[in-house]
């Protein structure tokens, strides 16, 4: 059983920064592409940042150059470390796994709030 757990979540001013982690368990994790999605209030979830079991990264426009995704495959963990943050980044942020086969797992999300 596929379990995705993250932490780092929480209230940080404009400019601050954070760093979200997530714990995977129950999957061999180094063969799986691992994503963060975000999703605000009132709008559609969205892909974030991702990385390859290669160590490949894709980034939204939205935040290139501000957010850097990483995993640590002895850990089974990838972190999502958030600079410069603004107010629209406000949203619940969630760690997703997409097996080999194209199967998406979900974690139950974290709350980050940017607001002076």
């Known amino acids: 059983q596929v379990q995705l757990v993250e932490s780092g979540g929480g209230s940080v001013q404009p400019g601050g920064s954070l760093r979200l982690s997530c714990a995977a368990s129950?999957?061999?994790?180094?063969?799986?592409?691992m994503f963060w999605y975000r999703q605000a209030p009132g709008k559609q979830r969205e892909m974030v940042a991702l990385?390859?079991?290669?160590?490949?990264?894709n980034y939204a426009d939205s935040v290139k150059g501000r957010f850097s995704i990483s995993r640590d495959n002895a850990k089974n963990m990838v972190y999502l470390q958030m600079n410069s943050l603004k107010p629209e980044d406000t949203a619940i942020y969630y760690c997703?796994?997409?097996?080999?086969?194209?199967?998406?797992?979900w974690g139950q999300g974290t709350q980050v709030t940017v607001s002076s």
């Open positions: 997703a796994q997409r097996t080999p086969g194209f199967t998406y797992y």
């Open positions: 990385i390859t079991s290669g160590g490949s990264t």
């Open positions: 129950g999957s061999i994790f180094s063969i799986n592409a």
